[in-house]
């Protein structure tokens, strides 16, 4: 079996077709799996990515020379086949399937295998070599249906409105922002957000997405308006001078990391909702035996462990890599090109 993708200190480097997967230099081409900032970054001469991706990467990285591919949508690049297959993780997101000589990889990428209905539902792909993220790699990270978390989040929502109070949700501008919107489209007339979370969803409807609209916050919002309605926020507005306007409020965070209870609590917060974008042990593990891959590369998040279950059970041949892609957490930095300033938002 060829090395057709090796890991170097620029990124997953496909050398027979020149080309790069994700990478966290500045090359010549660069093929992105989909929009949060440790996956796509600045500099790159030349972007792939799925069509959905590319007035999101437009937003966050500026004008570039970016081309397209709908899904399953082939190209050949240098002689080796590409091309874009559903992730699920977020709009836009894609698995990247490269073909040689009849021997197949795949680089998922992040993905999530229960179809949110906006982020395409995940296709497991056939391949010989699976390159495969583990953020959730641990027995203990098992979600719950989407919807029995967003009837938990709606039935929070109408518990703060009883009490007075404005229900902040933390959630993340691209990604998670979207499916907790429409879920909680009808607990308020008016739902608001921060900036980053605003010019995220605008951005979306305004190129075609039928999402809900929201009511951006400025320094001139009314508290009385605020007061008992819906805001959303990205994790990194918790803790700053930019809450103070919604006195008295609860917070709730919408993270795959709040099924563990301690973290609820570390986060001084009043509510956590198990909704990741990521898929959870089971998933990877069906991932993963769906693929029949015999040959296993593991990325970000418990890749130790992760790998070392999947050799002790012969499920695929395993090894950690080392990467710089990050946590559900690390995918804050996708809002740094927003900062949070007190009379911002």
Known sequence: MSNLVSFTDKGLYCEKGNFYIDPWKPVDKAIITHAHGDHARFGSKNYLCHTFTKPILR???????????????????????????????????????????????????????????????????????????????????????????????????????????????????????????????????????HGAVFNMQQMLIDNGWKLTTVERITPDTPKELLKGTVVVAPPSADGTPWMKKFHPYSVGICSGWMQVRGNIRRRNADAGFALSDHADWDGLLQTIKATEAERLFVTHGFQSAFSRYCNEENIAISAEVKTQYGSEDEEANSEQSEPIKETEV
């Open 59 to 193: 937003l966050r990285l500026g004008e570039n020379n970016y081309q397209t591919l709908q899904w399953n949508e082939p190209v050949f690049i240098n002689g080796i086949k590409v091309s874009l297959h559903p992730a699920g993780h977020i709009i836009g997101s894609s698995q990247v399937r490269i073909e040689c000589n009849g021997e197949v990889w795949v680089v998922s990428g992040d993905y999530k295998t229960e179809d949110d209905g906006l982020s395409g539902k995940f296709e497991p792909l056939i391949c010989n070599t699976f390159i495969t993220e583990s953020t959730f790699g641990l027995p203990i990270y098992k979600w719950k249906p989407q919807q029995l978390i967003y009837d938990n989040i709606i039935n929070w929502i109408s518990k703060n409105k009883e009490n007075g109070k404005t229900s902040l949700l933390l959630a993340y501008s691209l990604g998670k922002a979207q499916r907790v919107l429409q879920a909680i489209k009808e607990t308020a007339q008016t739902i608001y957000a």
